[in-house]
């Protein structure tokens, strides 16, 4: 049997393959035997210890496990093997697979007499035996790689065994191991361990326990440093925590280098999978276009020649919506294996392409707008003023210059000298505290005309160097300033007047209501229009009928107090729409005298009045020639035929009282001509009566047809 270093190497090569069993194998004059062997207790790999005699060494390792994993070696007086049954050779890594190699030449070395130290400084793996004496864990032995991980070396930690546990936390951890390999507990554990430079980092450990020695407990531990691939995983969990936050879809794809195609899928964030459509048969999840074509693919077979690509598509959802993401590609070349990886980002740019059109469609209506907008800068009126930024082409048409011209000065070249101290004050002081302010402006042209503006200056604000900007809106309203003059002009006139003028505005369903009145007519304070509307009939007719604006109405109202009459004349007025705008009013009075030449009398006034209201109120054409016939036969002792106009053309009234006759054309069921006659003289006032009695008659045919 081998002594201590065969039982440290075997233990050492099951730790190194992940693994409980290990065995050593010699042949020697044609002979096999098993040496030496470490397996859990009632493995029958124990039970063969010392006892197997078999006539080759192939034989005594089928034997015991004819698929483990072998690592022969040679010696002077024969030849052995590192046999570790139960693992195959592919669960085994590459370094581990190299160390085992190592590990079985060394074992060579070991049985011609040599010492395990010397193979395993060249370990990778740390390898440390501790002894507690008193309970208190101090260092036996320690291989180059574990001191080296400590920041110092094998002969510095030896000479000070228990350097290294003035810490509590390593103290703690060393403790810990005996405890765990006398318990037979041989699973690793991941643990934090200082430096002699205070330093920490990561080691995995296997502890295995050694037999005492004078009465000291001791204990093998193997150490591998996973400080880098622990902060890898960290880095890892975090950059996919970041990642999984992102708002962007995130996917990565294997693909195979010799064929250059996409083989699997490898990662995808939660907006990826969010956004996927299907999966294929071999878990790779795919992306369509809005056609429907597969998105991934195409963007893999579109990579520029740099590996790169970078591009706006249409992506359906896994919800059948369609979204505009902007893409980012990139091919990553993979130094290890043969495989290499494609990356693909897509991001969300709805609201962007969005946000876009409303600014083009914003920017196209202030171009295309009748009102003018300038932008300018922040700099006060104290420091030189505003300089203009930006005018839309309806500034450029009011003022007369174009965009080049004014870019890049200031806005007080428009300012006209004629504005009021008060409102250049307003405008100063606004701009200087960068406040809001509304005002009527006059602006200079290039032509040095001055011209009335209603403006409207705001600050934006911003995060700019210059913090934000001047946006002015207005609007020219000289012609509404002449207007007003104007307006107030004729007012004027008519409160001069003595007729009484009233204008009247529709309100709602077929009332109406005084809009304006002149000075005579808010004295007599008596609205004759709203008393007719009130009384119905026709007059409502007629003031709703767009032939009313062409014809208006005109009749004689008996005045208040009996003594003469009220000429009104009604004018109906329509909007484009034909809707009924207004209804404007004009009353005079006429007063009666005992002149032949005078006023009518109130007893024919009356008379022709109540003719007047049966005209406009018969049902029929002929109904209202009748009473027409009535009135001027009872009011004006005046006689009515009518004969057809066969060819002649329609020619309206012809009053001609010098020979004390009128004709009158109108349409009943055919043009007709109507001839009046009259013997007697008759005065002013009794013809004017009499004309807008024919006029009543011709105005509501009109209207009735």
Same mark, same amino acid.
């Given at each position: 049997m081998l002594g201590d270093n065969s039982q440290a190497a075997l233990r050492l090569a099951a730790s190194l393959a992940g693994g409980e069993r290990a065995a050593l194998l010699l042949e020697r004059f044609g002979t096999a035997h098993l040496q030496a062997a470490i397996a859990p207790e009632g493995d029958p790999l124990g039970d063969l210890v010392g006892t197997i005699s078999e006539p080759s060494l192939e034989l005594l390792v089928r034997r015991i496990d004819a698929d483990a994993s072998s690592f022969p070696f040679a010696t002077t007086s024969g030849r052995g093997m590192l046999l570790l049954p139960g693992i195959a050779e592919s669960e085994i890594a590459d370094r581990s697979r190299e160390q085992l190699a190592l590990l079985a030449t060394s074992l060579a070395e070991s049985i011609e007499r040599y010492s395990l130290v010397e193979y395993a400084d060249e370990l990778s793996e740390g390898i440390t035996?501790?002894?507690?004496?008193?309970?208190?864990?101090?260092?036996?032995?320690?291989?180059?790689?574990?001191?080296?991980?400590?920041?110092?070396?094998?002969?510095?930690?030896?000479?000070?065994? @228990?350097?290294?546990? *003035?810490?509590?936390?390593?103290?703690?951890?060393? /403790?810990?191991?005996?405890?765990? =390999? +006398?318990?037979?507990?041989?699973?690793?554990?991941?643990?934090?361990?200082?430096?002699?430079?205070?330093?920490?980092?990561?080691?995995?450990?296997?502890?295995?326990?050694?037999?005492?020695r004078g009465g000291v407990p001791r204990a093998l531990v193997f150490t591998t440093d996973i400080t880098f691939s622990r902060a890898s995983a960290e880095r890892e969990r975090t950059l996919a925590a970041c990642i999984d936050a992102s708002d962007d879809a995130i996917?990565?794809?294997?693909?195979?280098?010799?064929?250059?195609?996409?083989?699997?899928?490898?990662?995808?964030?939660?907006?990826?999978?969010?956004?996927?459509?299907?999966?294929?048969?071999?878990?790779?999840?795919?992306?369509?276009?809005?056609?429907?074509?597969?998105?991934?693919?195409?963007?893999?077979?579109?990579?520029?020649?740099?590996?790169?690509? @970078?591009?706006?598509? *249409?992506?359906?959802?896994?919800?059948?919506?369609? /979204?505009?993401?902007?893409?980012? =590609? +990139?091919?990553?070349?993979?130094?290890?294996?043969?495989v290499d990886f494609f990356t693909l980002s897509l991001r969300n740019i709805g609201e962007r392409i969005a946000a876009e059109r409303e600014r083009r469609m914003l920017a196209h209506a202030i171009d295309e707008s009748l009102d003018f907008f300038a932008i300018g800068d922040f700099v006060p009126p104290s420091e030189g003023g505003s300089h203009i930024r930006y005018i839309n082409p309806a500034f450029s048409h009011l003022v007369g210059y174009e965009a080049d011209e004014l870019i890049g000065k200031t806005s007080g070249i428009l300012i006209s000298p004629n504005n009021t101290k008060q409102a250049l004050k307003t405008l100063t002081e606004s701009i200087e505290r960068r406040k809001t302010v509304s005002l009527e402006l006059m602006m200079r042209t290039k032509d040095g005309r001055d011209i009335w503006c209603e403006c409207v200056a705001q600050p934006i604000f911003d995060d700019s160097a210059e913090g934000g900007y001047w946006l002015t809106v207005g609007r020219d309203i000289t012609l509404r300033k002449q207007s007003m003059s104007q307006l107030a002009l004729l007012t004027w006139v008519l409160d001069e007047i003595t007729a009484r003028v009233t204008i009247y505005e529709p309100v709602?369903?077929?009332?109406?209501?005084?809009?304006?009145?002149?000075?005579?007519?808010?004295?007599?304070?008596?609205?004759?229009?709203?008393?007719?509307?009130?009384?119905?009939?026709?007059?409502?007719?007629?003031?709703?009928?767009?032939?009313?604006?062409?014809?208006?109405?005109?009749?004689?109202?008996?005045?208040?107090?009996?003594?003469?009459?009220?000429d009104i004349e009604i004018r109906a007025l329509f909007d484009g729409a034909d809707h009924l705008a207004a209804v404007i009013t004009i009353e005079r009075d006429l007063t009666a005298t005992s002149s032949p030449e005078g006023y009518p009398s109130a007893a024919r006034l009356a008379l022709v009045t109540a003719g007047t209201q049966n005209i406009l109120h018969a049902p029929s054409p002929e109904a209202r020639l009748r009473a027409l016939s009535v009135t001027l036969r009872e009011g004006f002792d005046a006689s009515l035929t009518v004969e057809p106009c066969g060819?002649?053309?329609?020619?309206?009234?012809?009053?001609?009282?010098?020979?004390?006759?009128?004709?009158?054309?109108?349409?009943?069921d055919a043009p007709k001509r109507a001839l009046v006659t009259w013997e007697a003289p008759l005065g002013e006032l009794e013809l004017t009566t009499m004309r807008l009695a024919l006029e009543t008659f011709i105005g509501s045919v009109q209207v009735g047809s």
């Open positions: 035996i501790f002894r507690y004496p008193d309970d208190e864990p101090e260092i036996e032995y320690i291989n180059r790689s574990a001191a080296e991980r400590l920041r110092s070396t094998p002969a510095e930690l030896l000479a000070n065994p @228990r350097r290294l546990f *003035q810490g509590a936390e390593n103290r703690r951890s060393a /403790l810990g191991w005996l405890a765990r =390999a +006398r318990a037979g507990d041989n699973s690793p554990i991941e643990q934090r361990f200082q430096a002699t430079n205070g330093s920490y980092y990561w080691i995995s450990v296997h502890a295995r326990p050694l037999p005492d996917a990565i794809y294997r693909v195979g280098r010799s064929e250059r195609r996409l083989e699997s899928f490898v990662y995808g964030n939660k907006a990826f999978h969010a956004l996927a459509a299907r999966e294929s048969p071999r878990g790779v999840v795919w992306l369509c276009n809005a056609n429907g074509d597969n998105l991934i693919q195409g963007t893999f077979a579109s990579l520029r020649a740099d590996g790169t690509l @970078r591009s706006e598509v *249409q992506v359906r959802d896994r919800d059948g919506r369609i /979204l505009s993401m902007e893409v980012h =590609a +990139r091919y990553l070349h993979s130094e290890a294996g043969n709602l369903g077929s009332d109406f209501q005084v809009a304006y009145e002149n000075a005579a007519s808010a004295e007599r304070n008596r609205y004759l229009f709203l008393e007719l509307i009130r009384e119905g009939g026709v007059v409502r007719k007629l003031v709703n009928d767009r032939k009313f604006a062409a014809s208006p109405l005109r009749t004689m109202i008996a005045n208040d107090d009996g003594n003469g009459v009220i060819d002649s053309p329609y020619d309206g009234l012809r009053f001609d009282p010098q020979h004390h006759r009128a004709t009158m054309s109108y349409f009943s």
